[in-house]
């Protein structure tokens, strides 16, 4: 536990006992002066004037870090207005403040003074007045959140097209683009902290109305501010029981966002990836959409490799298919580390769940993909010395399970031959000499590190190097004396 969620609970056990409250009374002034006191669940309303009729009771937000951190602070002007705000949240109901004035009051303190951590310290209240939560849910659903340009005369060309392909894109679920765009743009959710905390205290109160509120959602900015609100694992757990796909899609991007200094998922958060994931895969369409964004750079979302190596062994072969397509693949000079780590550990996982025949079905598509591309020889890219690829873990699969012994030196045989007899056939220049050596080198080389292998041996944690055959270097001075 935190320090800070530590003091809240502290303070919070301080005003449950029988003690004076200490009424936001500016505050509660300012509200009631206000004509349509609704605006402000919206984020409609400016708050400046009610965040200055907060300070009647002085910087909450010090008095909070005072508390946690200094000693022999006098914190009775704090604890009697937490007081207030937690005895109004029990006591609440719609018949005593219609329009819920006093809940705009409460709500505005808990922003003031903690944010996040004060209103979970009151979890108990909130779930204690079910009255409140459906009061809340009425307004929350009729939150929303619109892009567009900023105001002016001079609105830049680039952020008027950045926002009309944005909308664009959300209309059309283009994930790509929708992440994007959610950098491109700068989505202000750090200024929605009311309406993030409306969305904590329903999951709090009453999750299934949340739920209900996400599933009509049409745009993944409502979708992301609901992410934002809530801990990772509530905001996965909200998308793995909804099946709206901006909620879904918004809570794993947000996710990962959030946890990317860390390796892996909590054991629990894997567990519900694993199972959104693979609910996901059920459209193909939908799962390509995924794939595209989450699965081309792994080493991007190292969290994500584990419960996407467990969600493999339980998908469609057209789904597993979709992740090796997805994959960007790239050659990739020593030390060959670019995604290579990600993918071994997503494929280690998928191998220690999935049966022979998902395996070698997986292997294969792979293979396939990896020698049709054969180091971008289609393309003609020029390679100046022996590489590795993103799928060499794959491929090794192929090599190591769908390939007998016999098989294995039978293609070692072949691309040596074609190795050798490389020098007798005309090239342009000595580089795409170079280029078409390196590039059948490159080949040999997963089966190379195959022959290093003794019985036992994990394949996955081999540190897959050079072979050391080398071309004719001959060909150079042939080359140039024949010019």
């Given at each position: 536990?935190?320090?800070?969620?530590?003091?809240?609970?502290?303070?919070?056990?301080?005003?449950?006992?029988?003690?004076?409250?200490?009424?936001?009374?500016?505050?509660?002034?300012?509200?009631?002066?206000?004509?349509?006191?609704?605006?402000?669940?919206?984020?409609?309303?400016?708050?400046?004037?009610?965040?200055?009729?907060?300070?009647?009771?002085?910087?909450?937000?010090?008095a909070v870090a005072q508390f946690t951190h200094a000693q022999?602070?006098?914190?009775?002007?704090?604890?009697?207005?937490?007081?207030?705000?937690?005895?109004?949240?029990?006591?609440?109901?719609?018949?005593?403040?219609?329009?819920?004035?006093?809940?705009?009051?409460?709500?505005?303190?808990?922003?003031?003074?903690?944010?996040?951590?004060?209103?979970?310290?009151l979890a108990d209240e909130i779930r204690g007045n079910s009255?409140?939560?459906?009061?809340?849910?009425?307004?929350?659903?009729?939150?929303?959140?619109?892009?567009?340009?900023?105001?002016?005369?001079?609105?830049?060309?680039?952020?008027?097209?950045?926002?009309?392909?944005?909308?664009?894109?959300?209309?059309?679920?283009?994930?790509?683009?929708?992440?994007?765009?959610?950098?491109?743009?700068?989505?202000?959710?750090?200024?929605?902290?009311?309406?993030?905390?409306?969305?904590?205290?329903?999951?709090?109160?009453?999750?299934?109305?949340?739920?209900?509120?996400?599933?009509?959602?049409?745009?993944?900015?409502?979708?992301?501010?609901?992410?934002?609100?809530?801990?990772?694992?509530?905001?996965?757990?909200?998308?793995?029981?909804?099946?709206?796909?901006?909620?879904?899609?918004?809570a794993l991007a947000h996710a990962l966002e959030r946890t990317?200094?860390?390796?892996?998922?909590?054991?629990?958060?894997?567990?519900?990836?694993?199972?959104?994931?693979?609910?996901?895969?059920?459209?193909?369409?939908?799962?390509?959409?995924?794939?595209?964004?989450?699965?081309?750079?792994?080493?991007?979302?190292?969290?994500?490799?584990?419960?996407?190596?467990?969600?493999?062994?339980?998908?469609?072969?057209?789904?597993?298919?979709?992740?090796?397509?997805?994959?960007?693949?790239?050659?990739?000079?020593?030390?060959?580390?670019?995604?290579?780590?990600?993918?071994?550990?997503?494929?280690?996982?998928?191998?220690?769940?999935?049966?022979?025949?998902?395996?070698?079905?997986?292997?294969?598509?792979?293979?396939?993909?990896?020698?049709?591309?054969?180091?971008?020889?289609?393309?003609?890219?020029?390679?100046?010395?022996?590489?590795?690829?993103?799928?060499?873990?794959?491929?090794?699969?192929?090599?190591?399970?769908?390939?007998?012994?016999?098989?294995?030196?039978?293609?070692?045989?072949?691309?040596?031959?074609?190795?050798?007899?490389?020098?007798?056939?005309?090239?342009?220049?000595?580089?795409?000499?170079?280029?078409?050596?390196?590039?059948?080198?490159?080949?040999?080389?997963?089966?190379?590190?195959?022959?290093?292998?003794?019985?036992?041996?994990?394949?996955?944690?081999?540190?897959?190097?050079?072979?050391?055959?080398?071309?004719?270097?001959?060909?150079?001075?042939?080359?140039?004396?024949?010019?």
């Amino acid at each position: 536990m935190s320090a800070a969620t530590q003091s809240m609970a502290d303070l919070v056990a301080l005003a449950r006992a029988t003690g004076t409250e200490a009424a936001p009374t500016k505050l509660l002034e300012a509200i009631n002066a206000m004509p349509q006191p609704d605006l402000v669940w919206s984020g409609e309303a400016n708050l400046h004037d009610l965040f200055l009729a907060v300070e009647e009771n002085g910087n909450l937000a010090l008095a909070v870090a005072q508390f946690t951190h200094a000693q022999g602070v006098n914190s009775a002007p704090l604890v009697e207005l937490i007081r207030w705000t937690r005895n109004t949240i029990v006591n609440w109901s719609a018949e005593a403040d219609p329009d819920a004035r006093r809940l705009i009051a409460v709500f505005m303190v808990i922003q003031a003074a903690a944010g996040r951590p004060l209103l979970d310290a009151l979890a108990d209240e909130i779930r204690g007045n079910s009255e409140l939560a459906t009061a809340l849910a009425k307004r929350f659903a009729a939150v929303s959140l619109v892009i567009a340009p900023q105001s002016g005369a001079a609105i830049p060309i680039w952020e008027a097209e950045a926002v009309k392909t944005f909308l664009a894109a959300d209309k059309a679920k283009d994930w790509e683009k929708v992440t994007l765009g959610w950098r491109q743009l700068g989505v202000a959710l750090p200024f929605m902290g009311l309406q993030k905390l409306m969305a904590r205290c329903l999951n709090i109160g009453q999750r299934d109305l949340l739920l209900k509120i996400v599933g009509s959602y049409s745009t993944s900015l409502m979708a992301l501010l609901v992410a934002d609100a809530l801990s990772v694992e509530d905001s996965l757990w909200l998308a793995r029981d909804s099946a709206n796909e901006y909620v879904r899609f918004a809570a794993l991007a947000h996710a990962l966002e959030r946890t990317r200094p860390h390796p892996r998922f909590s054991p629990e958060i894997e567990q519900i990836v694993t199972a959104m994931l693979i609910d996901v895969a059920a459209s193909t369409e939908r799962w390509s959409a995924w794939m595209a964004v989450f699965n081309r750079y792994p080493t991007r979302y190292p969290q994500l490799q584990i419960p996407l190596g467990r969600a493999l062994a339980a998908v469609s072969d057209e789904a597993r298919e979709a992740y090796v397509a997805s994959l960007d693949l790239t050659a990739t000079p020593p030390p060959y580390e670019y995604s290579r780590p990600q993918i071994a550990d997503c494929l280690r996982e998928f191998r220690a769940v999935a049966s022979p025949a998902q395996r070698h079905a997986l292997w294969k598509s792979a293979f396939d993909r990896w020698s049709a591309w054969d180091f971008g020889a289609a393309t003609s890219e020029h390679m100046m010395q022996i590489t590795g690829s993103t799928i060499d873990y794959a491929v090794m699969g192929y090599i190591m399970e769908c390939l007998d012994a016999t098989e294995r030196a039978s293609a070692v045989t072949h691309l040596e031959g074609r190795i050798s007899s490389l020098p007798d056939a005309w090239h342009t220049s000595f580089t795409d000499f170079i280029s078409d050596h390196n590039r059948l080198m490159s080949r040999l080389r997963p089966y190379a590190c195959a022959t290093q292998l003794a019985d036992g041996d994990d394949w996955l944690l081999l540190r897959m190097t050079s072979s050391t055959t080398n071309g004719d270097i001959n060909y150079q001075n042939l080359y140039y004396s024949t010019r």
